[in-house]
């Protein structure tokens, strides 16, 4: 279940980092990478 | 004046001068409020507890996105429009069942995923057209999805201010599901009516079909409604057998969505979850943000201020100041406003019923939702409809928050009679 | 490049930043504190001996184990249950590094939930640890960790924790707190695999009365209490009266039927110790607490509880002194020598006695860096 899980979180990480590199208003892209942020600590298995 | 008083006031005018005169998004200026609180107490920039904090709703963010995913699948796939052609012609002539039933269909999202945005957002935008379509003004239309929002929130069977209320006084979020439903329902249908019902014009099939997409159902039929189904048969599931089927939500979500991409219309399942994750980010980062301002509150001691300035009150002015104090936090966000005053507030009411209380606490918490100036159902529910600003939508919502107050007062009142009941 | 795209790029570096300096902190808190052995050590032990399924993992946790030389009963201590609770982590520290049995056999884990170690909780704001002064000049360093395994170690929780001997739901984040998760089991979560194996070592070796050492936020109804399974009864009532000499007060209570998973109730119904927790009452872990830091860990002095106490919230005295560390290890350190003596009263065949065990009153005058050995 956690690799599933681990892969659930790798997902919408990418789908948030993808919206950060195309979205046009930095606020916007800001606010992805405060999201991105638990997200990829938690898929590198850090936190 | 204690520090922690002072600091409270900076933080929260930092955060209000961010979010009302920069005009920065809530997630932002949550960010820098939180920054404020660290440097002024002599933390440095705290990176650690920024990012910290940010992991409290770490599943929270997983839940929500999926969710969002499998909504935007299911409407990519026909099936809510088709959902809305079904209920549209059974109950036509019916406006008084139309209107509950289609309030049920706004607050379904929010009652899987305890998101009001995730209610708007989705099943929001579908039937806030219906409801233009059968009559009503734009304004009423984006307060009955922005209501549909925070009731679905609220309502059984995933409440996340009752979760994170309980959680304060290691009480499990178990045996919410009647006191839940006795809170919601009545309300959504009350709601319901007196929002929609005196808009209603008699119009016939022949008008309305030209404005529905009636294809879809004709094309696909009921299968359209498969993924729905799965979703909330593995939803019973997990709450019945969890042993079997405690899968949790995120994944029932992305099998939900995965289906969807083969029960209707062909949609690019790739785009489609982007743009999923786009509509959601905003609440990601609000989230996220609060997630940093607890932590910094937390640390600094602005939460044990204002939790002991909370049980100060004196007891006849309780529920005066449960009434106002948890809805102008929730201001900051509502997941906040049951953390930080949710749970001191049921600590203070410990001769009541504690689940019921604390549902009824949850429903208060939820009107932080409509709160400027984060106000996340209100800013959403408007955006789909059309209107430009805001407290167009919100003026329609003031009378109906005040009901809930009382409504909610009322049931932590009577809580133990009501508790008798079932 | 575009303009959005020079934003996106320079966010971008700035949040990995970001995560590299909190990673550094997050890595860090896994680096396990050296615990000096004591003259009344006689083996250091993996749990992994008692059920081998946890070795390698993160919940393999080291037991101390103390051998006197005349034969007798054995304790089992439980220290770091919860370690966010670090008096209860503490006692079990300076029983290793101090005391000396005379007869019986003292079992120390002072780690319990080990994962629970290598990371706070959230939204808490906790210190990552705290330090003391040894007289020779030395500072040692304790974590301060979480109330429930790390969830890089075991994720996701369910949303409802069900207790597997009883079927009994709890909410989900229950799943990773080791005192929900007894008597455990081999095909369970990670902190029921923890459970099963310190289950096994009371079985293998007979211990006679198991201790888990806790404390609880002071707004918390159960605090500066002793709470004891039906069996562990009279021992418990005969240490309630002896702390009374000590001028200690402390409250008994008898393990709730209802309520499963805890130790209290597990290890007295599952195995034959006779199974007790113990709360002291610790600021740091509360609601109604003011500025968080190290200071608060150690001194526990707070304004808003001092508050709360007027205003009739709390269910422990508080006033201005705080409870001090050495307080709340001096508590529990005193009942776990009363509960030698009351059994080698229950049960004069089978004595256990300790020696060297930091008193009470010396903890207070001296302070807990006084009984700390230098690490090497």
Redesign the interface.
Known sequence: ??I??LA??A??LI????????????????????????????V???? | MPFEFILFIAMVGVFAACAFAIKLPVSLSMLAASLTGLLLSGNGLGIRHLVEGTFGYVDTILVIATAMVFMRAVQESGALDALNVVIIKRFRTMPAVLLPLLMLVAMFPGMITGSSSASVLTAGAVVAPVLIILGLPVESAGAFIAMAGILGMIAPPVNIPAMIIGGGIDMPFVGFELPLLLLTMPLAIVFSLTLGLKHIKKVSWEELAPRLDLETYKRFGPRLFAPILVVAILMVLGKTVPQYFGMGLPLVFIIGAALACFAGKRFNPLKAAKSAVADALPVLGILAGVGMFIQVMTLTGVRGFIVVSALSVPPALLYAAIAITIPMFGAVSSFGASSVLGVPFLLALLGKNQIITAAALSLIASLGDFMPPTALSAIFAAQIVGVQKYSRVLKRLIIPSFVIIAWSLAFIIYSKQIAALY | MKKHQTSAAIISVLTLAACAVASATFLEHRKVEPIVSGPGVSEIAKLSKWYPGLAGTPADTDVYILRGKAPGASMLVLGGTHPNEPSGFLSAVLLIENAVPVSGTLYVIPRANNSGFSHNDPQEGAPTGYHFTLPDGQARFFRYGSRATNPVDQWPDPDVYIHAASGQALSGNETRNLNRGYPGRTDGTLTEKACYGITQLIRAEKISISIDLHEASPEYPVINAIVAHERAMPVASQVVLGLEFSDIKIGLEPSPKNLRGLTHRELGDATDTLAVLMETANASQGRLRGRTDEALVLTGIDPYYVKAQKLGRLYVPYDEKGHPIEERVGRHLTAIVEFALAMSSEYPDSPLEFQGVPEYQALAERGVGAFLRTAP
């Open positions: 279940m956690k599933i899980y659930i979180g997902s919408v789908l948030t980092v993808w919206n950060l590199w195309t979205e046009k208003d930095w606020r916007k892209q800001a606010t992805a990478a405060m999201v991105a942020v638990p997200l990829l600590l938690r590198l298995l850090i936190k």
